[in-house]
């Protein structure tokens, strides 16, 4: 880490919010299937199971939206604090829920706290960093997420074992430490630099990045430069300034908000939270036999989540984004179309007497169909997870990067909402066939990315007007980048002969 180590620091206390998510979404998944739970609310259908996942999702898009107001009133660093303070609220009615009413009520409201940590941590990590590592900080957003989610698994693996309503009560309840451990952690990070810039506490921000970039010295030449760039580009966007979402769909910046809407909109479409959400209850349909075996095998897809996210939070920053997302589509994409076909082709459907759908499938193909899923979740962990929530953070600039990010971010959580809302009706419906809608999304988003984003790593948030000014087309503008990059060097290397003169 060296001279990274405070920026890796504050990076990673702000991931936690990442962790709240991810939790939530382990431990629904496995909940969904506890007898306690069913009997206590009173077995609900397919539609009733959708309503009570997705609120959680309608709650962040809520949030997600009010996150880019409170984000640049208060700072990222408030607004953080706040949500954790909302999240533990909804934690605890969840916990204590009396009926499937206060239940749900819970859920929106946690996600009310979830949707604005999923908006504002990723923009205040990227704010955070320097370009060369910016990629691999906001990735600790996504590793978050996988950890929750594995922690959530296991917890309620174990829980699984206890006979009474305190197997479901408890997970719910343990959401409580992450979110207080987070609002504590949260009174000793600092400000946003660029936040303190833009609200003309110059003196702040110097003192902020001479912590994050040389160990306090307030006068180091990285400091200095870093800190006159922030004051010359905010000056510059306060003369075009963004004063309501409505500016946000005019030129220039219409482009970007679209582009940022689209990845995150692919980024559910993967159908990540399918298998995240009623992966439990999909492994016990693809044939997987004993109390015990499907939500194993839950577990084991949480650490395969985990791991696959790692070479991404390494080498994000060498690999690019544009690459990492079109090889992951197509890694998505082949899993889920081998899945499509070994479901169909060995299916033997059935309905169990508490009406749940069993597919009967052999013990041969139903392993296959595992190892797909194991495999998607690798594909997705490596590239879509983390780098549909860096691409947006890193795209707009200092005066609407709050505002707009609130945008992209609800798109992604309004996609989350209704495919949660659906899937436990389409997976009883269609079965296989919807495993083939989402290889056919992934194969196209290959083609989407290649022709329609451009690459951003290694460039500092500054840079981004120049990479997004231009041809709509990523591969066209490619000569103009590179004449602006050459320029660039050349002033370096004047600047450089200058001072050794002077």
């Not at 978050?144 to 309840?173: E, N, Q």
Request: proline fraction near 4%; include cysteine; hydrophobic fraction near 50%.
């Amino acid at each position: 880490m060296g001279r990274d180590t405070q920026t890796y620091l504050v990076g990673g206390v702000a991931a936690i919010g990442g962790f709240l998510f991810g939790f939530d979404t382990g431990l629904i998944s496995s909940i969904l299937e506890m007898d306690y739970w069913k009997s206590y609310f009173h077995n609900p259908g397919s539609v009733g199971v959708g309503v009570i996942v997705s609120l959680l999702t309608a709650g962040c898009f809520v949030g997600s939206l009010c996150a880019g107001w409170l984000a640049d009133r208060y700072s990222r660093k408030k607004s953080i604090m706040a949500a954790c303070v909302v999240f533990t609220l909804g934690a605890a009615i969840q916990c204590g829920s009396r009926n499937r009413a206060m239940l749900i009520i819970g859920r929106f409201i946690a996600g009310l706290g979830v949707g604005v940590l999923s908006m504002t941590v990723p923009v205040f990590q990227s704010e955070m960093s320097p370009s060369h590592i910016r990629g691999r900080l906001v990735s600790l957003q996504q590793w978050a997420i996988t950890w929750g989610i594995l922690v959530a698994f296991w917890i309620d693996y174990g829980c699984h074992f206890i006979k009474s309503d305190a197997a479901w009560r408890i997970p719910m309840g343990i959401q409580i430490v992450p979110a207080i451990i987070l609002f504590v952690s949260m009174f000793f990070m600092p400000y946003s630099p660029r936040w303190l810039i833009d609200n003309d506490r110059f003196d702040e921000a110097q003192q902020v990045l001479a912590r994050l970039r040389s160990g306090g010295d307030i006068y180091a030449p990285q400091v200095i430069e870093e800190l006159e760039d922030i004051k010359e580009a905010v000056r510059v966007e306060r003369e075009t300034a963004v004063r309501s979402y409505a500016e946000l769909l005019r030129f220039p910046i219409r482009r970007r908000i679209i582009l940022g809407v689209v990845i995150q909109a692919l980024q559910q479409l993967t159908g990540i939270n399918v298998s995240m959400y009623f992966a439990t209850s999909i492994f016990k349909q693809s044939g997987l036999s004993g109390d015990n075996a499907p939500l194993l095998a839950q577990g084991v897809n949480g650490v395969v989540n985990m791991l696959a996210t790692i070479p991404a939070i390494l080498w994000v920053d060498r690999w690019g984004r544009r690459k990492t997302l079109m090889l992951g589509s197509l890694g998505c994409g082949v899993t889920y179309f081998v899945q499509a076909v070994t479901t169909a082709a060995t299916q033997r459907k059935t309905y169990d007497a508490d009406g749940s759908l069993n597919l009967n499938i052999p013990h041969g193909p139903s392993y296959l169909i595992v190892v797909m899923m194991y495999l998607f979740v690798a594909s997705f962990a490596m590239s879509w997870g983390p780098v549909a929530w860096i691409y947006p953070s890193e795209m707009f600039p200092m005066h609407i990067r709050s505002k707009a990010n609130s945008i992209t971010t609800a798109a992604n959580w309004l996609l989350n909402f209704v495919i949660g809302l659906v899937s436990p009706i389409l997976i009883k419906k269609i079965t296989w066939g919807l495993d083939l809608i989402f290889a056919v999304i992934m194969f196209a988003s290959i083609v989407i990315i290649y022709l329609f984003y451009p690459e951003t790593k290694n460039r500092s948030l500054e840079d981004m007007e120049v990479i997004f000014t231009g041809s709509p087309w990523a591969h066209k503008d490619r000569k103009r980048i590179d004449e602006y990059d050459a320029a660039r060097a050349n002033q370096v290397d004047v600047d450089i002969k200058q001072s050794k003169v002077e």
